[in-house]
């Protein structure tokens, strides 16, 4: 049973930096793709980034240039580097992962940027 556990959460002042990672198990493949999802108090869950089996990446408009997303294949672990983070940061950070078609989603971390 494939398991994906979030870590690195918490609170940080605006202009500083979180590094979330999410680490896989159960599976011995490796997924096509892997992505980080947020959901804000009220509002729907949204795609931050996500990146393909290749290394690939996508942002959404909000986070370009500020965050980055990388996946180590072999450790079967995905980050996500948030620099310059903004109160509009805050939410549920969640990880996905995609193989053959079917997703997976961790826990959630809660990520909380002070003004």
């Known amino acids: 049973q494939v398991q994906l556990v979030e870590s690195g959460g918490g609170l940080v002042q605006a202009g500083g930096s979180l590094r979330l990672s999410c680490a896989a198990s159960?599976?011995?493949?490796?997924?096509?793709?892997m992505g980080w999802y947020r959901q804000a108090p009220g509002k729907q869950r949204e795609l931050v980034a996500d990146?393909?089996?290749?290394?690939?990446?996508n942002y959404a408009d909000s986070v370009k240039g500020r965050f980055t997303i990388s996946r180590d294949n072999a450790k079967k672990t995905l980050y996500l580097q948030m620099n310059s983070l903004k109160p509009e940061d805050t939410a549920v950070y969640y990880c996905?992962?995609?193989?053959?078609?079917?997703?997976?989603w961790g826990q959630g971390t809660q990520v909380t940027v002070s003004s």
């Open positions: 990146i393909s089996r290749g290394g690939s990446s």
């Open positions: 996905n992962a995609i193989r053959w078609g079917i997703p997976y």
């Open positions: 159960g599976s011995t493949f490796s997924f096509d793709v």
